[in-house]
């Protein structure tokens, strides 16, 4: 299945050095073509063996949607800014296309987290998220006032602009810019970031994929608040809400035919300098260890 961005996932400002999307998905098309492969559009109802999606971060998280619900790899070529869950440029789709045709690729499965939010009135809504489940206020003017709890106990309350609760796979995308911790995505953690708040102890906090991470809204000015998931669904949280949010059991699976690890994944999308790095070879020939001086 072939999953291009549409216009809601298009990054702001557009990325200029970005190939044009459309472009990519004919030569993607015409590749798995010349391989045998037939692709089909996203619509499509039979059985399909994996979805290859062309576009950016939010591009993918909208195809991790699809894929998840048919239990099948997704692999992303970023057409987008950053693209750090794609795994490929648009240069690379034919190389991309034979890899995957030929079974040269292997799978990192990324937990995802269940989201609920029971309102006042007793009802209860529910969603999930692979990247975060995020509070954010409806009035700008105001401060959310929280109380965070995990497992049952009661840990902090402040006010804040909102709270971002991420999996690993999230730690380098909303919870990243909120000051929260880089997660390497074989922990299996969850992660709560509190964004702009009003207290002494508002650090992240990391605790065990077990876990249950509850926030009780107790104050959130005029019109609530909402939980967004993955920045695409929406979820009303009222004053007087709590929210839930665990470990699902139903993961989303990336196709990887890049073999680098996690740290030059890192290093390159977010551009990290890197001087005065050395290797070990290098460290040893260092003045004072055995060895000739460099």
Request: charge should be negative; charged fraction near 25%.
């Amino acid at each position: 299945m072939v999953l291009q961005r549409d216009l809601n996932d298009k990054p702001v400002p557009p990325h200029r050095k970005a190939a044009p999307t459309a472009t990519a998905v004919a030569r993607a098309q015409a590749a798995l073509r010349s391989h045998g492969v037939e692709p089909v559009e996203p619509g499509f109802e039979g059985d399909v063996d994996l979805v290859l999606v062309l576009g950016g971060d939010g591009t993918i998280l909208r195809a991790s949607e699809v894929a998840r619900d048919r239990d099948v790899p997704l692999l992303g070529i970023n057409t987008g800014h950053v693209g750090f869950l794609a795994e490929a440029d648009p240069d690379a789709v034919e190389q991309v296309v034979a890899d995957l045709v030929a079974g040269r690729y292997v799978v990192d499965t990324r937990m995802t987290i269940d989201v609920e939010v029971r309102a006042p009135d007793g009802s209860v809504t529910r969603d999930w998220a692979l990247n975060e489940a995020a509070l954010e206020k409806r009035d700008r003017a105001r401060m959310v006032e929280v109380a965070v709890g995990v497992d049952g106990q009661a840990v902090s309350s402040f006010g804040c602009d909102g709270l971002v609760m991420a999996t690993p796979t999230g730690s380098t995308a909303y919870a990243y810019s909120g000051g929260g911790p880089v997660i390497w995505p074989e922990v299996e953690a969850l992660l709560l970031v509190p964004l702009s708040a009003h207290a002494l102890f508002t650090r992240p906090l990391v605790v065990g994929p077990d876990s249950r991470l509850e926030v009780v809204i107790y104050h959130a000015g005029f019109g609530g608040a909402e939980v967004w998931c993955d920045g695409r669904r929406c979820l009303d949280a009222p004053t007087g809400s709590r929210i839930c949010v665990t470990r699902a059991q139903r993961p989303v699976r990336l196709a990887r035919v890049n073999t680098a690890p996690f740290a030059t994944r890192l290093v390159r999308k977010f551009d990290l300098p890197v001087q005065g790095w050395r290797t070990a070879d290098a460290s040893a020939a260092l003045p004072g260890r055995d060895g000739d001086t460099q």
